[in-house]
T-cell receptor, first 112, second 116 residues
Framework: GQNIDQPTEMTATEGAIVQINCTYQ??????LFWYQQHAGEAPTFLSY????GLEEKGRFSSFLSRSKGYSYLLLKELQMKDSASYLC?????????????FGDGTTLTVKP | DVKVTQSSRYLVKRTGEKVFLECVQD?????MFWYRQDPGLGLRLIYF???????EKGDIPEGYSVSREKKERFSLILESASTNQTSMYLC???????????????FGSGTRLTVV
């Protein structure tokens, strides 16, 4: 099975940088995803890491350390629209369907 | 530009009713999934399918069944709705393999089901 932990809530200021951590303990690992979910909407795909290291995509970056079972999502130059829930998800290696187990999500509030 | 469509945004049903939630994707994805999302519990996998007529149980399949007669359509069935099945239901789809890149899930907009 999979166990995924991430903080419940975080608050940051517009223009700042915030790091959202995710730790996982899994029986299998085939990649880690980050999704963004605005209130009342469906999650949308942000990033994917399967190898150790940093993946950068504009203002968002995601880091993975497989040996430590650890990932983080880094958001730079925060904007008010970044207020959302951020979901960490680990993909199972056991099936070709690539099903993922999700953490409970971190609710980020960006203040002016 | 809608790619995963769930038939209803809001649904209210009575206890004991048989409920059908429909999901259609137009991206030719092999994999389709049904999750439910509840406050404090996150997204939990109910059922998934990696091919037509194929289905696999997720983490919480009790009280649910699924049907995948066509590649683009994945239906979730609540055999006899109960109040503890009041939740947000999310359908998602993905490619079978990465094919050299990662796609992640594409989610539908969700169905908020209330069982009274």
């Amino acid at each position: 099975g999979q166990n995924i932990d991430q903080p419940t809530e975080m608050t940051a200021t517009e223009g700042a940088i915030v790091q959202i951590n995710c730790t996982y303990q899994t029986s299998g690992f085939n990649g880690l995803f980050w999704y963004q979910q605005h209130a009342g909407e469906a999650p949308t795909f942000l990033s994917y890491n399967v190898l150790d290291g940093l993946e950068e995509k504009g203002r968002f970056s995601s880091f993975l350390s497989r040996s430590k079972g650890y990932s983080y999502l880094l958001l730079k130059e925060l904007q008010m629209k970044d207020s959302a829930s951020y979901l960490c998800a680990v993909r199972d290696v056991a099936t070709n369907a690539g099903k993922s187990t999700f953490g409970d999500g971190t609710t980020l509030t960006v203040k002016p | 530009d809608v790619k995963v469509t769930q038939s209803s945004r809001y649904l209210v049903k009575r206890t004991g009713e048989k409920v059908f939630l429909e999901c259609v994707q137009d991206m030719d994805h092999e994999n389709m999934f049904w999750y439910r999302q509840d406050p404090g519990l996150g997204l939990r996998l109910i059922y998934f399918s990696y091919d037509v007529k194929m289905k696999e149980k997720g983490d919480i399949p009790e009280g649910y069944s699924v049907s995948r007669e066509k590649k683009e359509r994945f239906s979730l069935i609540l055999e006899s709705a109960s109040t503890n099945q009041t939740s947000m239901y999310l359908c998602a789809s993905s490619l079978f393999r990465d094919r050299g890149r990662a796609y992640g899930y594409t989610f539908g907009s969700g169905t908020r089901l209330t069982v009274v």
